[in-house]
């Protein structure tokens, strides 16, 4: 007999960060995984790196960027693309010990700390005083309710000509990355599928508007109940803001 699963809620989330991260730097994950596997940095994700060398490069980082981080933590991943970009980071942190441990740790680092600024705020009500060169989040999304105000709120903080640069576990293909970017900008608005392939392929793209639907189901699947893509009977689809 099936069980029933509850869905998980913004407190389930909020309780989940406060257990994992008040405690600041874990004596365990110190001496397991930060010491022998990242070297010393406070890394959360599994590549360590590798991973933050090649968002660096997908995001074009150099000496003068400016970059925000959602999601930040300890700011070990802002310190480390301060030191090997030469750029000035942002890091935007909502849980309060992680943002008094990681300004600590900058105070210390003499080379990357005076590149980096570690905001306390939450990234969906969040208003940047700055535009910035490259957005990215690293294995964060899990610990946002609403990944839909997010990614709105993270092309709101962008340049023009800025890139979004997420450093997450599904993967996306680029039409799939697109499409889910266009009804995030476009939150709340029921789209028709001409309109979506007009603003995602290009008004000189000519094929089957069913096209949509396939990459609306690929990217449903990924993203599962993070976002909510609702089918508008009669008209296309809307991407659905969280409360």
């Not at 008040?22 to 010393?40: A, E, I, K």
């Not at 480390?80 to 210390?108: D, K, P, S």
């Not at 490259?134 to 903080?157: C, N, P, W, Y």
Request: hydrophobic share 45%; net charge neutral.
């Amino acid at each position: 007999m099936g069980g029933y699963v509850r869905a998980i809620t913004e407190a389930d989330l909020a309780a989940a960060n406060h257990r994992e991260y008040d405690r600041g730097v874990d004596p365990l994950l110190q001496l397991l995984v930060y010491g022998p596997v990242h070297g010393g940095w406070a890394f959360t994700n599994v590549g360590g790196h590798r991973v933050l060398d090649h968002l660096g490069a997908r995001a074009a980082l150099r000496s003068g960027s400016r970059v925000l981080e959602l999601c930040c933590g300890l700011a070990d991943t802002c310190r480390y693309l301060a030191i090997r970009y030469g750029c000035a980071v942002t890091g935007l942190e909502l849980n309060h010990a992680q943002v008094e441990a990681a300004r600590v740790r900058l105070a210390a680092d003499r080379i990357g700390g005076p590149r980096v600024r570690v905001v306390e705020a939450d990234a969906l009500a969040w208003t940047p005083d700055r535009g910035y060169d490259a957005v990215l989040t690293v294995d964060a999304l899990m610990m946002i309710h609403a990944v839909d105000r997010a990614l709105a709120a993270a092309f709101a903080a962008l340049r023009p000509g800025g890139v979004l640069v997420l450093g997450e576990v599904v993967p996306f293909t680029t039409k799939e990355f697109d499409l889910l970017r266009f009804l995030a900008e476009r939150s709340g608005l029921a789209l028709s599928r001409q309109q979506i392939l007009d603003g995602v392929w290009g008004y000189d793209w000519f094929g089957d508007v069913r096209t949509v639907d396939v990459h609306i189901a690929q990217v449903r699947k990924k993203v599962a109940d993070a976002v909510q893509i609702s089918t508008v009977r009669g008209i296309g689809y809307r991407l659905d803001a969280k409360r």
